[in-house]
């Protein structure tokens, strides 16, 4: 457990109204994401039977929640880890065209997550996805989707500043775009995380591109990421320095999603082609899936970002290990 604990913190805002801004930070932000990418609401899972291969796999260390029902007996479910998998299945499912798209509140529960100012074991996120053509598969069309993001998450940072203008923390006006290896080849005496806060207290706002394949360098990934959505040379993060804690704050990550050949080679890279004959994989390495691109965009870190908190428990309700409550509550920091 690490925690921050920034010099002479005083919340703005109370309880109440901390939650009447984190109502208006969902309803107004989903609004412009949803215009911004052409998306619509769609309800969503929140298990999933483990025999489809739908959960998020994460990094593949981390054990998701399980349990049997009544009905079911001899099926194991699981709570998910996130939609990355299911959005896109379902984008076939109920017939989305082309460049249209979904998105949902996902909620998750990650048992082991390292808790800290913005880790959480509770995962609330708009998880969206868009069908896309083959030719689109592109960095460039990468960059403009996270142009269309940001501009929603700017729409929203400026709706915030006229209702709460004591409270809200200004975001930089663009996003600074740049690859794992490029940071490497910057610094390669720092860590991965080292690199990104060094990179977002120059820039302030980053989408760090190709996430999940080994570097140069180290022969390392710069970050885990699961071999069967992402296409890794076609993903990212996107990312800002958060002066109130003097450190990088990750809001989204993101990409478009792997083709059947990229599939291939990512299982192969990261050992793991028994899930080959999952039945979701076996849909997608048989081209039955559309092409894609999609993310999951934090709901409590977004609010946490535009309200300037210093711990994610001031805008979502979960667990905390005794000692991390106190000192927050000694720090002025009131956990929900």
């Not at 298990?47 to 291969?53: I, P, Q």
């Not at 990468?142 to 203008?165: C, F, G, N, R, S």
């Not at 740049?178 to 060094?198: G, V």
């Not at 704050?249 to 059947?260: A, D, K, Q």
Request: net charge negative.
């Amino acid at each position: 457990m690490t925690l921050i604990i920034p010099k002479d913190y005083r919340p703005s805002l109370s309880v109440r109204d901390t939650e009447a801004a984190i109502a208006f930070i969902r309803e107004t932000f989903q609004a412009y994401l949803a215009d911004e990418l052409h998306l619509q609401r769609m309800s969503a899972p929140m298990f999933v039977e483990k025999a489809t291969g739908l959960n998020d796999n994460l990094n593949g260390v981390e054990r998701p929640v399980a349990f049997d029902m009544k009905a079911m007996p001899d099926n194991e479910i699981e709570v998910v880890h996130s939609l990355a998998k299911w959005k896109r299945w379902a984008l076939k499912h109920y017939e989305f065209g082309m460049h249209e798209g979904l998105y949902t509140n996902m909620n998750a529960i990650r048992r082991d997550e390292d808790l800290d100012n913005f880790h959480s074991i509770y995962v609330d996120q708009w998880d969206w996805e868009k069908v896309i053509r083959k030719e689109d598969r592109t960095l460039d069309y990468l960059q403009a989707t996270v142009a269309h993001i940001y501009k929603a998450i700017k729409k929203t940072e400026k709706a915030v500043t006229k209702l709460y203008p004591g409270s809200a923390y200004r975001l930089p006006a663009d996003v600074h775009f740049i690859t794992t290896q490029e940071l490497e080849d910057r610094w390669p005496e720092l860590s991965p995380a080292e690199r990104e806060s060094k990179i977002c207290e120059e820039e302030r706002a980053v989408f760090i591109m190709k996430i999940g394949d080994k570097l140069k360098r180290s022969g390392k990934p710069h970050d885990g990421r699961a071999p069967d959505y992402d296409d890794w040379q076609l993903n990212g993060d996107l990312l800002f320095w958060y002066e109130p804690l003097h450190t990088s704050l990750e809001i989204s990550s993101m990409g478009i999603r792997v083709s059947p050949e990229s599939l291939k080679e990512q299982l192969a890279k990261a050992h793991c082609e028994d899930r080959a004959k999952l039945p979701f994989h076996q849909a997608l390495l048989a081209g039955e899936l559309p092409f894609s691109i999609g993310g999951g965009i934090g709901q409590s870190r977004l609010c946490m970002l535009l309200l300037g908190k210093a711990h994610i428990g001031e805008v979502q309700a979960s667990v905390w290990p005794k000692d991390m409550v106190e000192t927050c509550k000694e720090a002025g920091i009131k956990l929900l």
